[in-house]
């Protein structure tokens, strides 16, 4: 309601300016005032048209509101201060609206209906999934969620390093400290699916074993003399070598690990509702030769030049974006994406892959089913895959959920799409870059980490999954889903066990998903368990018992939201008034409102590509709804239709707050 009405006051803002002064402007400022003594939409056009028209803004206003005359949806406009315009809502009529619900969500300008890649989570498949990757997973599973409600198609990309050196470290682990055989890895992660299928648990699987055998491999390179150090090193890197080449034992341990640390790993994301459509894979992009052709179209479009001389002499380069060197000068500074031994980068094997997401390679992967969710397959990709298969690719945007420090190797792919000419797709190409999640020194500490006086005075305590510092994924999981329950079963003891499992779980998965969502991709997290969980402030659970709240009132009141909305939707509107008039009905008008601004939210959280937008309005509406609550006795109401209205408030703001947890990934329970 609030978008379509916003759009309509700029739609008619423009046409009056285009007949009174003969002026075409593309972009129209409407705002939402601070307060609802100023109305509901205001713009400071007046102002910035002061110099253009030579007038005072104030006089400008005044032609402008004159030029508007009436407009549907609205109860008029004033001219308020040195200019603004402040525009008043028809309040009736946009409570129908809104009762009614909006024809459509709503489509984000330039990237409605199209054809999106989402792709997050990219754990390396050598450990099991801890508490950063969980940003990532929820911050991607999120932003799908947002770019579908607003009407695009999206797949979902997983994309797997499987070759690279953290794979590598955990095959040195089985191969060279183990003295493993490729037979005897396979039976043991078939002796951890069994284990963990069991009684035992996700902590009995082969992801958690390998996370601390990667421990064991990093000390292990350390911990010799200068010369064992140097051959464990040397060693390092032979095994990565024959990794990417294929064909041996060593590849073929690190295909039966990387595969069964995946499996584990979308097994955990599942657990928080996150699914995936496709997993590329860096073996398939190697032995596909992707780069090869790739390659050729950088020399061909001349992205890429041979260095003759300085350090990068013998290298395949590119210039940075933003260089600034003059015609024939040595650019020490550009981008190696050959080595002078021939290898290829990390960010020349991400350019063809680029290339491919755009559906500009000229080749395709091949596809095989990996795994099962209830309403669709995963895919990965593989040499030799199987027909028919969905098709995954060509896509007309994409975003890149990867963390802040690779800003840099993602600037530098954009700059070669737009190097080849493909301007439309650097454009449309958008890195989801957000930072670290650390842990407060208070749950650090109370994980059973030492810490010295130094650092429990530092505002957050990082983790290193190297060096086994951390909290794994599926083990915070766990602890939070313990410490809901112990709650829950508090409030509820007659409820049976397996009830107050699921209604814990729901609990922490969403405590989790909302704390990782709340605050701005750029900021830090300093993650605390207690703080997620709270009932109170601005957290999940605070917006999961606003909901069941919201519930509570219509199972007592013998009523259904549904219903209550349905039979309100009839209601004449002008008998609204004297609900939403006076200053003692401004709180009301004010829960309409934000309960209108969902669509008006989702289009601001893609436009920034920030679903805190989102969490930032859930918990404004629950606020809202807190207030309208302790000022309204909606059962106890003697005015029949006075209590309808009361009751459709709440409806309304419920379905609104369910939806919008839905595109956060959290579901509200009946009861907590």
Known sequence: MYLELQKRLAWHLRDALQRKYDLTIENIPVEIPPDLKFGELATPIALQLARTLRKAPKII???????????????????????????????AACIQSTIGGEAAVGRTA?????????????????????????????????????????????????????????????????????????????????????????????????????????????????SGTD???????????????????????????????????????????????????????????????????????????????????????????MR?????????????????????????????????????????????????????????????????????????????????????????????VIQALRGMGHTAQADRYTHFGYE?????????????????DEDRARPYIEISGRKGFGVKADDLMDLMIDAAKAEVVKRHADWTEEHTTSIASKIAYGALRYYMLRFSRNSVIA??????????GETGPYLMYAAARIRSIFRKGGATPETVLSDFAMFDPQGLASFLDGEEN?????????????????????????PMHLAKHAFQLAQDFSNFYHHHHILTEEDPTRKSFLLATAAVTLRELVTVLSWLGIESPEAM
């Open 586 to 610: 401004e709180d009301i008008w004010a829960l309409w409102l934000r309960a209108g601004q969902h669509t008006l939210v989702l289009e601001q959280g893609i436009a920034t590509s920030e």
């Open 436 to 452: 670290m999640v650390a842990l407060t020194p208070a749950y650090a500490e109370k994980l059973g980490y030492r810490l010295t």
């Open 527 to 536: 993650f605390d368990q207690d703080m997620a969980l709270s009932p109170e």
């Open 227 to 317: 010369d064992e150090n140097a051959q464990r090193k040397k060693l390092r890197y032979e095994t990565l070598h024959q990794i990417e080449h294929g064909g041996n034992e060593t590849a073929e341990v690190a295909e039966l690990i990387s595969a069964a640390v995946l499996r584990r790993h979308l097994e955990t994301m599942l657990r928080l509702g996150i699914e995936y459509d496709f997993l590329p894979r860096e073996s398939e992009i190697l032995h596909l030769n992707f780069w090869a052709l790739a390659f050729e179209q950088l020399k061909q479009t001349g992205v890429l030049y041979f260095e003759t001389e300085g350090k990068n002499k013998g290298c395949w380069v």
């Open 320 to 412: 940075r974006p933003g260089a600034d060197v003059a015609e024939g000068e040595l650019d020490e500074d550009a981008k190696v994406i050959v080595r002078s031994n021939g290898t290829v980068t990390y960010v020349g094997k991400d350019i063809a892959y680029h290339l491919w997401k755009f559906g500009l390679l000229g080749r395709d992967f091949g596809y095989k089913p990996f795994f099962t969710y209830p309403d669709h397959e995963c895919w990965i990709s593989t040499e030799h895959g199987i027909e028919p298969h969905p098709h995954f690719g060509g896509a007309t945007a994409i975003y890149n959920v990867i963390d802040s420090r690779q800003s840099d190797p993602q600037a530098n």
């Open 61 to 91: 206003a005044q032609e402008i509101v004159t030029e508007l005359g009436a407009l549907e949806g609205f109860a008029g406009f004033e001219v308020a201060g040195a200019g603004y315009i402040n525009a008043r809502l028809d309040r």
């Open 110 to 222: 330039g990237a409605a209906g199209a054809h999106v890649l989402v792709e997050h989570t990219s754990i390396n498949p050598n450990k099991a999934a801890h508490i950063g990757h969980l940003r990532n997973a929820i911050l991607g599973d999120s932003f799908v969620r947002l770019l579908r409600a607003a009407g695009n198609k999206v797949d979902v990309q997983n994309y797997i390093d499987n070759t690279g050196v953290q794979v590598a470290d955990v095959v040195v682990g089985f191969l060279h400290i183990e003295s493993k055989t490729s037979a005897e890895v396979r039976e043991l992660i078939a002796t951890c699916e069994e284990r963990a299928a069991a009684a035992e648990g996700h902590t009995a699987g082969v992801d958690y074993y390998c996370w601390d055998l990667y421990t064991r491999v990093g000390q292990w390179y350390t």
